[in-house]
């Protein structure tokens, strides 16, 4: 792999002139198809070429998810990794991937889920986040996969038969920050977290891209892209793809999309989580490459794809691109303006605004370097 690739203040400021990247604005209040439910970060099942797999006339999605608490921010306390699926009629439920106590973290976070080769074998990735059974919630985080089997007969599903979670890769605290923090500060938690499989379709190579900081720097804002490859069946810690060193400090959920013989990297992140002095949104974000060895090169110039539109800056998050180009998120907290922010300081207040629920798709139009929000 080549040296890294720097996202920098100069790209970011073309922002400002880039025009038609904003989404339509989401109505407040939306129902929920998942009773009593909160979802939020998403991953389709795809087989190990990013194709979106169907089963019974339906795609089929993992969400992170929580029971409606009084706080909607409590949830990711209590997330666990749970299956869904969308067809004609809309969303379905199908309850929780793992058995109760099965993963080793305290609770289920972000990862990515391949069909293997034999259509029949599930390669579920997540983030274990904390230690299960540990006294005070840590935000610890780790990187594991676990096999199992996925069966739908008809349009109803079966998960069974996981493997022990195996521990992919580990923070070595030098390109990684080691992500163990028992307080939350303002600016965010570190990250070691959201593991991504790619393969590549040049060579077969296998790799597993995460949401990291850098272990070298000692820049509060030091979000980075991590990797890791897979080298004779073990995976093998590789240097980061991207760093945003005083420019961002989460990038996160990535994705690699490969399109008309280009790799397109995207990731999430949110307006508050730029360094002081840049203005940007919240967003879905991409560089592209002719090689995974790089140069990565910020798409339309800016790396910015889609944005929350300015009158609803904090509307939705977690924009995640299938392999045929469709884009989902979440409904975050739509219909609140910047100046009126300040309202979500009250749990009250959020959990009246807070969705908790699949946004409506949208699809991308990819024309080399540059990616829109297709008309």
């Known amino acids: 792999m080549n040296a890294r690739t720097e996202w920098t203040r100069d790209a970011l400021a073309g922002i400002a002139t880039q025009h038609r990247a904003a989404l339509p604005l989401l109505p407040q209040g939306a129902a929920s198809p998942f009773a009593g439910m909160d979802l939020w970060d998403m991953w389709p099942i795809a087989d190990r070429d990013g194709r979106t797999v169907r089963r019974g006339g339906r795609s089929w999605w993992f ?50 889920a391949i069909l293997e080769d034999d259509t029949g074998t599930l390669a579920q990735y997540f983030t274990a986040a904390g230690r299960r059974g540990e006294a005070v919630t840590s935000y610890e985080q780790r990187l594991f996969v676990s096999r199992g089997r996925f069966v739908v007969d008809g349009d109803v599903p079966r998960l069974h038969a996981w493997s022990t ?37 040049a060579d077969g190579a296998e790799y597993v891209l995460f949401t990291a900081n850098a272990g070298w720097s000692d820049a509060r804002v030091n979000g980075v892209i991590g990797m890791a490859e897979r080298d004779q069946g073990a995976w093998r810690l590789g240097a980061p793809l991207v760093a945003a060193i ?6 996160e959920r990535p994705h690699i999309l490969f ?8 990731w999430s992140t949110q307006g508050r989580r730029f360094a002081e002095g840049i203005v940007a949104p919240t967003g879905l974000y991409a560089m592209v490459a ?13 790396g910015l794809v889609a944005a929350n539109p300015p009158e609803a800056p904090t509307q939705a998050y977690c924009w995640w691109v299938t392999g045929e180009g469709e884009v989902l998120s979440f409904v975050d907290y739509p219909g ?6 300040g309202s979500l300081a009250d749990p009250t207040e959020r959990r009246r605004i807070f969705g908790g629920v699949p946004a409506p798709f949208f699809r991308l139009a990819f024309d080399g370097e540059r990616v829109t929000i297709a008309p």
């Open 165 to 201: 979670p195996e521990e992919i890769v580990a923070a070595d605290g030098a390109r990684y920050t080691v992500a163990d923090e028992t307080v939350a500060p303002p600016h965010g938690i570190q990250g070691f977290r959201d593991p991504g499989y790619f393969r590549d379709p």
């Open 63 to 112: 969400f992170l998810a929580a029971p409606r608490l009084d706080d909607p921010e409590g949830r990711h306390d209590i997330a666990r990794i749970r299956l869904t699926s969308h067809g004609e009629d809309g969303w379905r439920d199908h309850g929780e991937a793992f058995p109760d106590g099965f993963t080793p973290g305290s609770r289920e976070w972000s990862g990515s």
């Open 290 to 302: 002719e090689t995974m060895a790089g140069p990565w090169r910020p798409v339309n110039g800016t």
């Open 246 to 251: 005083d420019v961002n400090s989460e990038l």
């Open 336 to 341: 609140i303006s910047a100046a009126a922010a």
């Open 259 to 266: 399109r008309d013989g280009r790799y397109y990297l995207f």
